[in-house]
T-cell receptor, first 112, second 112 residues
Framework: RKEVEQDPGPFNVPEGATVAFNCTYS??????FFWYRQDCRKEPKLLMS???SGNEDGRFTAQLNRASQYISLLIRDSKLSDSATYLC?????????????FGTGTRLQVTL | NAGVTQTPKFQVLKTGQSMTLQCAQD?????MSWYRQDPGMGLRLIHY???????DQGEVPNGYNVSRSTTEDFPLRLLSAAPSQTSVYFC???????????FGSGTRLTVV
């Protein structure tokens, strides 16, 4: 079983739609969680951290369910510019180093 | 503010050749790491460093060496290139204990 699992997609949605991605992780001792965005042939960039209470950044909402070891990302009012691959990332800090584990990503294609 | 700078952007090597991928950051980050990204595999950690003079192996270290003589630089050396090392390589840096990584723009390496 992969440490971080995501549906690879692609998710094809029209502009203005709401879309949600899910991610599950296997290490129950994981301490922090993130969503990164990666455009085609570019480097990953931090989109947002994921907090236990849930958090929102504009059109983006992230949720964490520690009991189910599950993270989600909701994008409202999708824009063409949201088309990208979204990487779920789980962090385990050993005390001296962070061990980031990346999911393989979910591809989103927003269309007119 | 340059962030994380990787060179070269593209490289073609013959099997058995060696080379060094360069990575430099100007954010005074203690933590630096090298990842490779292959289709369907996600990003996998090769080596990481928690500070100058300290390096450790990640998930897929075989065939690669690193050193960290300064806070700014973290070069990755391929000792004897193999076709299996064809990949996109990303260098990243962060403040220890956080998951907010800054990635370089990547090096696309092909080994023939």
């Amino acid at each position: 079983r992969k440490e971080v699992e995501q549906d690879p997609g692609p998710f094809n949605v029209p502009e203005g739609a709401t879309v949600a991605f899910n991610c599950t992780y296997s290490n129950s001792a994981s301490q922090s969680f993130f969503w990164y965005r990666q455009d085609c042939r570019k480097e990953p960039k931090l989109l947002m951290s994921v907090y236990s209470s849930g958090n929102e950044d504009g059109r983006f909402t992230a949720q964490l369910n520690r009991a189910s070891q599950y993270i989600s990302l909701l994008i409202r009012d999708s824009k063409l510019s949201d088309s990208a691959t979204y990487l779920c990332v789980v962090n385990f800090y050993t005390g001296t180093a962070s061990k980031l584990t990346f999911g393989t990503g979910t591809r989103l294609q927003v269309t007119l | 503010n340059a962030g994380v700078t990787q060179t070269p952007k593209f490289q073609v090597l013959k099997t058995g050749q060696s080379m060094t991928l360069q990575c430099a950051q100007d954010m005074n980050h203690e933590y630096m790491s090298w990842y490779r990204q292959d289709p369907g595999m996600g990003l996998r950690l090769i080596h990481y460093s928690v500070g100058a003079g300290i390096t450790d192996q990640g998930e897929v270290p075989n065939g690669y060496n690193v050193s960290r003589s300064t806070t700014e630089d973290f070069p990755l050396r391929l000792l004897s290139a193999a076709p299996s090392q064809t990949s996109v390589y990303f260098c990243a840096s962060s403040i220890p204990g956080t998951g907010g990584y800054t990635f370089g723009s990547g090096t696309r390496l092909t080994v023939v």
